[in-house]
């Protein structure tokens, strides 16, 4: 299913004045050496701090201020990703009022993941060619052996990033480009990093008064909760592709795993959002958590999204696996 729609919301989607230049977006469609310079320190440095997290914890270098900020930051910056960058930006899930669209653009530039039209370009071209060749981040990318998906799940997870050449963002994202706003919060990405960085130090170090309290605050706050927030969202690129349940026809690999839903806010539930990806609920059967969905139903309520995509009992049957007919046939082969 093609998922990369010319425009989100003509309505709300100011047209450039002329063409618009490939600068005019962070980083361009080629990534320079500077670039994959610094995304390593984002990465491995977060990911140095998760490690020794725990036994900092244990000696208590944490506070209950520290995991406030922790938490507060982290489920920010996932529902910005999750309801702004996917949903939203990406499929179309539903409509907004031009004060949540910029909101979301913010909150998901905060989870520190890369410019919002870079994201948002990768990911519709993973959607046209999900699982085959021109998938970005797919985990068979080398194979189906047991080595070949190892490799395969490293690169999805992580490897991918480093590619020099980049997804056209002015093929797979021309209604971004074209809006001021979300074109110049995407070219302030770094600035937004900062300040993403910068907010756990500062509330803990004016509430303890403490140059000490900035410090846990910025370790527990910024370095932990990137890192977390990461590996998290960067499963469902891996992990979801390569494991979990089935239960909804897809062309794709993706499956459902059920120990992410909460920490990605159900971006998990993988299987139902590649057999209808402009959904604005992923977790659709009963008992699938999926705090995005629950967020957009009260922007719904509050008049800031309108034309929301929900998904109706007719529309998932029509996607949901007949585990008998497939039982039957896997018995006759």
């Known amino acids: 299913m093609n998922t990369t729609p010319d425009v989100i919301d003509d309505a709300r989607t100011p047209a450039a004045d002329g063409p618009v230049p490939p600068s005019a977006t962070l980083g361009g469609d080629n990534k320079r050496s500077i670039e994959q310079i610094a995304l390593l320190l984002f990465i491995v440095v977060p990911f140095v701090a998760l490690v020794a997290a725990v036994p900092l914890a244990w000696g208590r270098g944490v506070s ?20 702004g960058f996917h949903r939203y930006f990406t499929h179309g899930s539903f409509k907004a009022k031009r004060p949540l669209r910029i909101a979301l653009a913010v909150a998901g530039s905060l989870a520190v993941e890369g410019p919002l039209v870079r994201w948002v370009a990768d990911h519709r071209k993973h ?32 490897g991918w990033m480093f590619d020099e050449e980049q997804t056209p963002q002015h093929k797979y994202a021309p209604d971004l480009v074209r809006d001021p706003a979300l074109r110049g919060i995407s070219r302030h990405f770094l600035t937004l990093t900062i300040v993403s960085l910068a907010i756990p130090p500062l509330i803990g170090g004016l509430v303890t008064m403490s140059w000490w309290g900035a410090a846990t605050a910025f370790f527990w706050g910024s370095l932990v909760r990137v890192a977390l927030l990461h590996h998290v969202t960067w499963s469902i690129n891996s992990i979801c592709h390569a494991v979990g349940k089935r239960p909804f026809k897809s062309r794709d690999r993706s499956g459902n795993v059920w120990w ?55 529309r998932i049957d029509s996607r949901r696996i007949d585990s008998r007919r497939e039982s039957a046939r896997a018995d006759a082969a």
Request: aromatic residues 14%.
């Open 64 to 83: 209950w201020l520290d995991l406030g900020l922790l938490v507060a930051m982290y489920f920010t910056g996932v529902h910005g990703i999750t309801i």
């Open 260 to 314: 992410l839903a909460v920490l990605s806010c159900g971006e998990s539930w993988h299987n139902l959002h590649h057999a209808d990806p402009t959904s604005a609920r992923h977790g659709v059967m009963k008992g699938q958590v999926d705090s995005s969905a629950r967020l957009i139903r009260w922007f719904e309520k509050l008049g800031w999204a309108y034309d929301v995509r929900w998904p109706d009992a007719s």
């Open 127 to 158: 959607h046209r060619f999900s699982d085959a060749e021109g998938d970005p981040h797919s985990p068979w990318r080398f194979g189906e052996t047991l080595p070949a998906l190892m490799k395969g799940l490293w690169w999805a997870h992580i």
